[in-house]
């Protein structure tokens, strides 16, 4: 190790022979290993013949840790941090205690390697010079669809986390919040025995989850195509909508005034309106 450093390695997210040979010569050599679940990590390091010392480090338990790693870094010593599988820190825990590191001079190393995120963007055939990544939506439906709502005109592909008791209520706010005719893509178990990429739209997709129980096994990197410009009309809609909305009109109303001065559906007015009357604050 030339200068104490904490290295952030990235471990399998199912293969094991995704691990780097440098993520095994890393792990063999530091001082100590901070890991988000240390039974978990024991196992990996185990498989590869791995020997070091272990310490949890959690969301929970996080803040505590800093002095410590700090002071072991001060002795000269080298650390890792991984967590349970993937990249830490992509929606993982390590930020506090990278910002602290590298805040107080010490170098902070890369050991790369499989991240779901990326993964599942490599196999999606969706855009990717650019995305955004909003990790796990809130686990609560009205702030789920809050969130979406948000995120409605976003052009770039849009990336999710999701676990498998969330999966259907994701899609089913998708379709409530944005329609259902975008294009989806779910990456399911990836690098696993059972990995599954499903393509669809959001309505094909939230079906084929409502009627397959395995479409809701495992673990999910959920990947949506970006919206389109909005066409000139859509825009004059959405300033319409949001006075009316403002002007104290319920949604129904605000979407029947808005369908008779327009001409045009009231359903997609009305999503629209349910749309912005979930953006506001
Ligand atoms: N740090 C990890 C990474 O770099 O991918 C992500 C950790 S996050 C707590 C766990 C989430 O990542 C899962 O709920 C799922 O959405 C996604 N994920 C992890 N492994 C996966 C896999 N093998 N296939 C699909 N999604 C996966």
């Known amino acids: 190790m030339p200068e104490p450093s904490l290295y952030c390695v990235a471990t399998p997210i199912g293969n094991l022979d ?16 901070y890991a988000e679940d240390t039974r978990v990590t024991r196992q990996l390091l185990s498989h590869f013949g791995i020997q070091n010392r272990l310490v949890s480090l959690h969301d929970h338990n996080e803040a505590g840790r800093v002095a410590e790693v700090l002071a072991v870094l001060a002795q000269g010593k080298s650390m890792a941090l991984v967590s349970d599988a993937g990249t830490p820190l992509i929606s993982d825990p390590g930020y506090h205690l990278v910002g602290a590191v590298t805040q107080a001079g010490f170098r902070v190393i890369p050991v790369p390697g499989p991240s779901a995120l990326i993964a599942a963007l490599s196999v999606a055939g969706l855009p990717t010079d650019r995305f955004c990544f909003e990790g796990f ?62 393509r669809g739209t959001v309505e094909a997709l939230l079906q084929a989850v409502r ?27 959405t300033t319409l909508l949001r006075l009316l909305l ?28 349910t749309a912005l009357a979930q953006e506001a604050p």
Request: hydrophobic share 45%.
């Open 18 to 33: 995704d691990m780097s040979r440098r993520a095994c010569q890393v792990l063999a050599e530091v001082d100590c290993i």
């Open 137 to 198: 939506l809130p686990a609560r439906g009205n702030a789920r669809r809050k969130a979406l709502a948000a995120l409605a005109a976003e052009p770039r592909t849009l990336v999710l986390y999701e676990s498998s008791h969330r999966i259907e209520a994701l899609l089913t706010d998708m379709l409530t919040t944005l329609g259902g005719e975008r294009q989806l893509v779910l990456a399911r178990e990836l690098t696993k025995r059972f990995e599954q990429v499903c």
């Open 211 to 237: 009627t397959d129980e395995n479409l809701r096994r495992g673990e999910f990197v959920v990947m949506l195509a970006g919206a389109e410009p909005a066409a000139p009309a859509e825009q004059d809609n």
């Open 246 to 273: 403002e002007e104290g009109l319920s949604v129904r109303q605000a979407a029947k005034v808005a369908a008779r001065l327009t001409g045009q559906p009231r359903n997609a007015l009305y999503r629209l309106a």
